[in-house]
């Protein structure tokens, strides 16, 4: 496995999903955006690597943004 791969969000674990999403929101809550791609707007990032950096930032493996995103 190479350093950058990703596994997809939906081959994780139903408690790793939870875990991350929770991560999600709570970033969403501290940063006082809305919606993820509002975020990766304001920091010039794209959206994939945003939410890697917010789930590697938690200790979570990271993971593709989910295909179907509620915080996008």
């Known amino acids: 496995m190479s350093m950058n791969h ?5 081959d994780l674990p139903p408690e790793t999903r939870a875990a991350i999403e929770q991560a999600v929101r709570q970033f969403l809550i501290d940063t006082d955006f809305v919606r993820l791609d509002e975020a990766s707007q304001e920091r010039g990032l794209p959206l994939p690597d945003l939410w890697s950096q917010i789930v590697q930032d938690a200790g979570l493996p990271d993971s593709d943004p989910p295909a179907f995103s509620p915080f996008a």
Do not use: A, L
């Open 6 to 10: 990703r596994m997809r969000f939906e």
